[in-house]
């Protein structure tokens, strides 16, 4: 059982028998980041498939190109994503004897809490958003060419918003984030110090791993998204709950589109 001093400071406390060794730990992050670009590619080519024209007679590497370009088969192909990346992290905890809503850190949050790091992601989007004013920059480019060929642009925005910070949020600040954290439990006592130690490492590998797999961005973009992961993850820690990182990233990925369509309109 966790102490109660860890408990009165919100320290995330992990199972008394880590699931995944450090070699294990390593191989699963190589493994869920193969993984994860695989189920995009799988995607894009089972939705291709099923929606562009002439897709029976279409190459595969014309399928990516213009698969990837099509609004609607990319967000049919995020939810395809989506399906596949829960049910193997689903999968790979259950081998391992764990429990899914536990390791994943599926629990309820403090209201408190929330309203906290809502506050702390709007002064992030402000400050963000005037540095993007000042270097002219344009991070949201890349979804010209899926808004002008989706079929329907609540499709984008459903996929885009909700269900990509959903498995996003699942893969790096719950699978990914627990395995590297439960490495630093020195003892089944749990040390604060310890918990501490393995939150940071956690939280840094995550960040920078979750940051450069967005290879649609460019340096500053890339730069912007370790600061907004760094601050899911401190959701995460200070919350003791998967569902708070969730909430904040469709937050801030639906004011982003907003943002976007408002532009374009």
Known sequence: MPNKR??????V??????LFTRLGTLLLIVGMVVVFFISQLLG??????LLLPNAESTTLGDIFFFGSNDGTVVSISIMIGCALLIAISALVIRMRGGNLKQYLAL???SLAVGMGM??????????????????DKSPLAF????????SSVWLLIFAMVIVAPIYEELIFRGLLWSAIAEQFAASSDFLLKSEYR????????????FAVIHLQYGIYEISTIVVLALLFCY???KSGSLILPMLLHIINNGAAMWQYLAQVA
Not at 6 to 11: D, F, L, Q
Not at 118 to 135: C, E, H, K, N
Not at 143 to 150: A, E, F, I, K, R
Not at 198 to 209: D, F, H, K, N, P
């Open 6 to 11: 860890a408990a009165e400071n919100n320290v």
């Open 13 to 18: 406390v992990m199972s008394p028998q880590p």
């Open 44 to 49: 894009i080519y089972i939705a291709g498939k």
């Open 107 to 109: 629990t309820p949050f």
């Open 118 to 135: 809502i506050g702390l992601l709007l002064l992030f989007m402000i400050g963000s958003q005037a540095l993007t004013y000042v270097l």
């Open 143 to 150: 979804v010209d060419p899926l808004y002008q060929s989706v």
């Open 198 to 209: 393995g939150a940071v490492v956690a939280s840094l590998v995550t960040s920078l791993i």
């Open 235 to 237: 959701a995460r820690i």
